[in-house]
């Protein structure tokens, strides 16, 4: 029986995560996230994604991502296929990286869109990697909170997510993901 078709539509709003298969490192160092990074550019770039949010954690990932056009589906497999190929190809390696596909929840409310933020923020905190979301390296939460965001990280539409004004809504953005339990 075939798999049911991924919902793709223009302007959606996605949470995204996908796992390691058997729960296995999808990175294993600090070359394996840059890695992923500069394809996740490639990708947002490509696909003319706006990417809101990203966490990578040693054996999964999340992302937050806005579709203008209706291609989720096309950019993730071409990024998820490109970085197995070359961690396979680096770790001398063959078989599955990612656990099937990838995961996709379609953010359908503000209220829903800051669960998801502090949720992708507070990762690693919750997973005792680190005790402030701006202490781990590979999230996008700490680039934000400094106002010093890859350009391709659409930080402009994220923070107007929480305020017109941009101090006050870095601000709120800061409090939402530094909140214990949010």
């Given at each position: 029986m075939a798999r049911k078709p991924r919902e793709n539509v223009e302007d959606g709003t996605y949470h995204v995560f996908a796992r390691g298969?058997?729960?296995?490192?999808?990175y294993r160092d600090d070359v394996d996230r840059r890695v992923y990074l500069r394809m996740l550019e490639k990708a947002v770039t490509a696909e003319r994604w706006r990417c809101l949010a990203y966490c990578l954690m040693a054996n999964h990932v999340h992302l937050l991502v806005e579709t203008p056009r209706a291609?989720?589906?096309?950019?993730?497999?071409?990024?998820?296929?490109?970085y197995a190929q070359a961690f396979n190809a680096r770790h001398k390696r063959t078989g599955h990286v990612f656990q099937g596909r990838y995961g996709a929840v379609r953010i359908e409310s503000d209220r829903q869109l800051h669960a998801v933020l502090a949720y992708i923020?507070?990762?690693p905190v919750e997973a005792a990697l680190c005790d402030r979301p701006d202490e781990w390296s590979w999230s996008s939460f700490g680039s934000v909170a400094l106002d010093s965001a890859a350009a391709w990280l659409d930080e402009k539409k994220l923070l107007s997510c929480f305020d017109a004004e941009?101090?006050?809504?870095?601000?709120?953005?800061?409090?939402?993901?530094n909140l214990k339990g949010a």
């Open positions: 298969d058997n729960r296995e490192l999808i291609n989720l589906s096309n950019g993730m497999h071409r990024l998820h296929s490109r923020a507070r990762n941009p101090a006050r809504a870095r601000e709120r953005y800061v409090d939402l993901c």
